[in-house]
Nanobody, 122 residues
Framework: VQLQASGGGLVQAGGSLRLSCAASGRTFSGYAMGWFRQAPGKEREFVAA????????YYSDSVKGRFTISRDSTQNTVYLQMNSLKPEDTAVYFC????????????????WGQGTLVTSPA
């Protein structure tokens, strides 16, 4: 699976941004997908996951209620809608994929895309 993330940028705190991750190479619909992020000087952390059907979603406490993960199997794309952005959301965001949903939730997915930078100054 090849993953290509896009949509990062500079947004003032309180604003919104939508990230996209286009998948190719294998049957997208059979894979769980996830988003992670890495802030400067910090370790990469889990943000959100969605199972293969889109029915099951899971979020980190830090983004719950503000971010929404979704997928469009017709477009082989997973999205991360980010609302009410905070300065602490500033990070490089990575998308990921794995056959097993639990591997994404546990931060051990098999496939990673390149990152896209989100900056949300105060």
């Amino acid at each position: 699976v090849q993953l290509q993330a896009s949509g990062g940028g500079l947004v003032q705190a309180g604003g919104s941004l939508r990230l996209s991750c286009a998948a190719s190479g294998r049957t997208f619909s059979g894979y769980a997908m996830g988003w992670f992020r890495q802030a400067p000087g910090k370790e990469r952390e889990f943000v959100a996951a969605i199972n293969w059907s889109g029915v099951i979603r899971y979020y980190s406490d830090s983004v719950k209620g503000r971010f929404t993960i979704s997928r469009d199997s017709t477009q082989n794309t997973v999205y991360l809608q980010m609302n009410s952005l905070k300065p602490e959301d500033t990070a490089v965001y990575f998308c990921s994929a794995d056959r097993e949903y639990n591997q994404v939730v546990l931060s051990h997915p098999n496939y990673w895309g390149q990152g896209t930078l989100v900056t949300s100054p105060a």
